[in-house]
């Protein structure tokens, strides 16, 4: 799935921003669409966005009523995540926009909406007449993470989950509440804390990423309703927590009491990001395409600080790949 992991460290240094980050307004870089079963992941770390012009340039990306949204938010750094991430996801979709169509887009002409069950989308009632790429898209963030996954036509879903994740009761506990009787077997078989702690963390990122690729949330999706499965490829693996030097398994779907409200059409990747966290990746498969249910996820990955600088960091120390890659 991680077949963008060979190549070579891109940066591209903006001089919209430089470091000196002036306010006049800035053109925008056209970017190449993913292509069919691609995802691209942007990323942001919040600590690296201190300069408060930046922040307010994002501010002005945004339409009125997401200005109001972020605005309410009292707690500071809770609102700059959520300005964070809603000034990168216009800005890329402004970015794939003109390297469809080659006009310029004002971000601020975007509008958002969220389904029935609270995950965000583009409303595509007020934004029709712009012609835009059908992009899907989906975000997640922790307290020092950002991300931002994008898909042509698939929906997807992504969670990301600090490292140091401290789970206040036992885990095993814990995981009878939410998790599959599976997966809870797979988690009591590891004896060592620390590496149960964090198979628990990427199990739960999984989950998560799943039901937001179904588009249904937790709520309409319980995690006990279906199990994630680590399976062995021809490669030859073994479940997580297990010590190995072969990690060539792939991450598969089985619903158990609500198969109507899940499916297994799906494919998932599973990275370490930055050196501090797990995200997983859901994609749903387009059925319409010959040969896709066979084919593996296509990944690019991306450092960024909008308007200042963009890396891609596919094939280099800030990805690795734990589950789902070729």
């Excluded at 588009?215 to 499965?229: L, Q, V, Y």
């Excluded at 084919?295 to 800030?318: F, N, Q």
Aim: charged share 25%; with cysteine.
């Amino acid at each position: 799935m991680f077949s963008s992991l060979h190549r070579a460290r891109t940066r591209t240094n903006m001089h919209f921003f430089p470091r000196s980050f002036a306010t006049a307004a800035s053109p925008l870089v056209p970017m190449q669409l993913p292509s069919k079963m691609e995802t691209h992941i942007w990323y942001i770390l919040p600590d690296e966005v201190k300069n408060k012009d930046l922040q307010n340039h994002y501010l002005n990306l945004l339409s009125p009523n997401e200005k109001v949204n972020v605005m309410k938010i009292q707690e500071g750094e809770l609102q700059k995540r959520a300005l964070l991430a809603r000034a990168l996801l216009c800005l890329k979709y402004a970015i794939f926009f003109l390297d469809v169509t080659h006009c310029q887009i004002d971000p601020q002409a975007l509008k958002f909406k969220k389904n029935k069950f609270g995950k965000p989308e583009l409303d595509l009632r007020i934004s029709s007449e712009l012609c835009l790429p059908p992009l899907q898209f989906n975000i997640s963030h922790s307290s020092s993470l950002i991300a931002c996954g994008v898909t042509m036509n698939s929906p997807i879903g992504i969670d990301v989950e600090e490292k140091t994740r401290k789970i206040r009761n036992n885990i095993i506990a814990f995981a009878k509440r939410f998790f599959s009787p599976n997966e809870i077997e797979v988690l009591s078989a590891i004896s060592d804390p620390e590496i149960q702690r964090q198979e628990f963390i990427k199990l739960w990122t999984l989950k998560e990423a799943y039901v937001k690729a179904l588009g249904r949330g937790f709520s309409a999706t319980p995690f006990k309703t279906f199990t994630i499965r680590f399976n062995r490829t021809a490669r030859g693996s073994c479940l997580p927590g297990c010590e190995t030097n072969e990690k060539a398994y792939e991450v598969s779907v089985e619903p158990r009491d609500d198969p109507e409200n899940c499916s297994r059409n799906v494919t998932f990747a599973l990275m370490e990001l930055s050196g501090s966290h797990y995200v997983a990746v859901c994609m749903k498969k387009d059925a319409n395409i010959r040969g896709t249910a066979s084919l593996p996820m296509k990944l690019d990955v991306w450092r960024t600080i909008p308007y200042v600088e963009d890396e891609c960091v596919a094939g280099t120390e800030a990805v690795s790949p734990i589950v789902g890659f070729a």
